[in-house]
């Protein structure tokens, strides 16, 4: 039992000293389930209550709580129809929110890919350099060995040991101008790659600049679809209670299964939804005003545009 409030703890709020472990803000579950969790973190602004928790979880909406007035066919058919155009809205902008995360990730992709490219040019580089370097060492040994055969030149005694020295040291020599050669090719190598990382690096600087903003657009678009779809969802909430319960509960689940467009208006004499053909029967059970009629082709409840005015 709850006790109540006063006997003079009137400034005390009225569940002050309720036996309560924690708050449970209770959402109707049901209610736009499917639409809503289509989009991240948005919480649906159905009406919510504050319900203590005891143990046993449990949900309903607000108005199951109070008697839901008796309401003819003909008015719920026409909150049915205002509700349907928030619903369509609402519809639309969520699919809008769920193509955003996706354009955001192309950006980054392609952020992401020249980034990559970029990488690879400066290992490149990197290579280049270490091999510049073994090939300068190289010739310094080269050097050496000249130095080291020309002082054997002097110490020589034969003609032939000295002509063999001599072809030996041309040996070496070809090799040094071939190897010069090469680390001369290698540093305009280096310089030329140098240069385009340079220039890769102020692209990408600029790129970054341009995937930043373009992120920042789309996740400014996202906060104002969802604040336009919370608006809406607040409307939404004031038509709902005038609804009868299980209408409410079949109107929303053929809006998850038929993209939105759960009600429509008789077109000629077709479905506004399907197109397809309705009898003239059904029609005249519309008129009647004591059931609501489904087009049997496509499942979604039907009006007339006349029956609004
Ligand atoms: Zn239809």
Redesign the pocket.
């Known amino acids: 039992m709850l006790p109540s409030h006063g006997k003079g703890r009137r400034f005390e709020p009225f569940y002050a000293h309720w036996n309560i472990k924690s708050w449970a803000v209770l959402i109707p579950k049901y209610h736009l389930s499917k639409i809503s969790t289509e989009v991240e973190g948005s919480i649906p602004s159905v009406p919510t209550r504050i319900i203590p928790f005891t143990g046993n979880e449990y949900e309903k909406p607000y108005w199951k709580d109070r008697e839901v007035p008796e309401v003819s066919i003909l008015e719920q058919i026409k909150k049915l129809v205002e509700l349907q155009k928030i619903d369509a809205e609402i519809y639309e902008f969520k699919k809008g929110l769920k193509e955003k995360p996706a354009l955001i990730e192309e950006f980054k992709e392609r952020f992401e890919e020249q980034k990559t490219d970029l990488k690879g040019l400066e290992e490149k580089l990197k290579t280049l350099q270490l091999e510049r370097k073994a090939k300068e060492l190289d010739l310094q040994i080269k050097e050496q060995d000249i130095a080291k055969a020309n002082t054997q030149l002097s110490q020589i005694k034969t003609n032939k040991e000295y002509t063999a020295k001599l072809t030996e040291i041309e040996y070496i020599k070809s090799d040094q101008s071939i190897l010069e050669e090469k680390i001369l090719i290698s540093y305009e190598e280096i310089d030329r790659l140098t240069a385009l990382i340079g220039k890769e690096k102020t692209v990408l600087v600029e790129e970054e600049k341009k995937f930043l903003a373009q992120k920042k657009e789309v996740e400014d678009t996202v906060k104002e679809i969802q604040q336009k779809v919370k608006v809406l969802e607040t409307k939404r909430n004031q038509i709902v209670p005038d609804i009868d319960r299980i209408t409410l509960a079949r109107y929303e689940r053929i809006l998850v299964n038929k993209e939105g467009l759960a009600i ?1 208006s008789i077109q000629g004499n077709a ?1 506004g ?2 197109y ?1 053909n309705v009898p003239a029967q059904m029609i005249n059970e519309i008129k009647m005003h004591d059931k609501i009629v489904y ?1 049997e ?2 499942a ?1 409840m039907l009006y007339l545009e006349e029956d609004l005015k």
Request: with cysteine.
């Open positions: 429509v479905c939804g399907c397809m087009c082709m496509c979604r």
